[in-house]
């Protein structure tokens, strides 16, 4: 986990935007670790969420020293900011005293101008739940990324956090989304296009290997080179029937500013969940964003609105009878309107 000195070296709290906050103060305060930060994909899509505005500040949840994190959370409630605290980040998702910072930013705000944003929940380890479970009692307002995560919310210590607070379903920013720039040189041509299918996003307890093996044997056989891009994939083994047929490379963690390159020469991503896909898994968004046909878990449900034409799912469809043929920059269009949709949803279920 990264370490080391707060990102001022006077002050854990600092504008998100490109200028401080005016004389009236902040319009809104994250209280989480990692904003910004490339290796957290929770850092990198609020950086995204907020890019450009001069009105939210951050105050860092991880930064040492208790006592100036109590003088800073104080001081920036006096602005009569709201406070949203941001959950799982790459340097809290184990920090032994988050639930304490928790109820301090809960005390200096108070309830009706504390919200928090948890990305995850169901799916947090015994260990983590409990704590983040009684901090569901903190804030008015708790935002979740799928109706499922909201049920289980609202089910929490026996149906007392749905009662209490206001659980609001937002899908999560993507801080992969491709600049015009990035975008036409995603889409340009490459030699090894033809028969390159990549992996995109780190290996989590979250992806089926069954499912990717079955895929991976089931493509069209002009597929032989396979790119795994995301940290956690070097290293494993792979069956005989995949190492036989394919060209394996594994990226580990690929910094933004090389996805263009490495998106331009696949012809397909695959992204293997252990369940159907849903609106905020950034191992499909991102993908899809540079214009990358890619197959997924299906079948789609109520969770799945994102719809452009190169994504397939698997079931209902064969991956070796996909139709990948698709316009690149049309699909890619698409994906940028749903992005900016789902950035304006979150922003005012977070701020509004």
């Keep these: 986990m990264p370490s080391g000195p707060p990102p001022t070296a006077e002050r854990s709290i600092r504008a998100a935007g490109p200028t401080p906050p005016d004389a009236t103060g902040p319009g809104a305060v994250l209280v989480m670790g990692d904003f910004g930060h490339e290796r957290c994909g929770v850092g990198g899509s609020m950086a995204a969420l907020v890019a450009g505005r001069t009105d939210i500040a951050v105050l860092d949840a991880a930064a040492p020293g208790r006592l ?42 108070g309830r009706r101008r504390f919200r928090l944003h948890l990305h995850e929940y169901r799916h947090l380890r015994k ?18 990324s799928t109706e499922s995560e909201r049920d289980a919310v609202a089910r929490a210590l026996g149906g007392l956090v749905g009662r209490r607070c206001e659980v609001v379903v937002a899908v999560p920013t993507s801080g992969t989304s491709p600049t015009a720039t990035d975008l036409e040189a995603s889409l340009g041509p490459d030699a090894d296009r033809d028969r390159t299918v990549g992996v995109f996003g780190m290996y989590r307890d979250d992806k089926d290997l069954s499912w990717l093996l079955d895929v991976l044997g089931r493509l069209d056989r002009r597929f032989d080179r396979l790119v ?15 190492t036989d047929r394919y060209e394996l490379t594994a ?12 998106f331009r020469s696949w012809g397909l991503a695959v992204a293997p969940l252990s369940n159907p896909a849903h609106d905020g898994r950034m191992s499909v968004r991102t993908p899809l964003a540079f214009g990358v046909p890619t197959l997924t878990v299906g079948p789609r449900d109520a969770e799945l609105t994102l719809d452009p034409p190169h994504l397939v799912l698997v ?20 994906v940028a309107e749903f992005e900016r949709a789902a950035g304006t949803a979150t922003a005012a279920a977070l701020f509004g």
Excluded: C, K
């Design 68 to 109: 100036r994190f109590l003088r800073e959370a104080r001081a920036a409630a006096r602005t009569g900011a709201v406070a949203v605290a941001v959950y799982p980040t790459r340097s809290t998702v184990y920090q032994r005293d988050l639930l304490l910072r928790a109820a301090v930013v809960r005390l200096a705000f």
């Design 251 to 262: 990226l580990g963690h690929v910094p933004r500013r090389a996805l263009p390159g490495i």
């Design 228 to 242: 795994l891009a995301g940290a956690g994939w070097e290293g494993r083994q792979w069956p005989s029937e995949i």
């Design 127 to 144: 260990m983590l739940r409990w704590p983040a479970t009684i901090a569901l009692l903190l804030p008015q307002r708790i935002v979740v």
């Design 315 to 334: 079931p209902p469809h064969d991956p070796g009878a996909a139709r990948l043929d698709v316009d690149r920059g049309e699909g890619a269009a698409a």
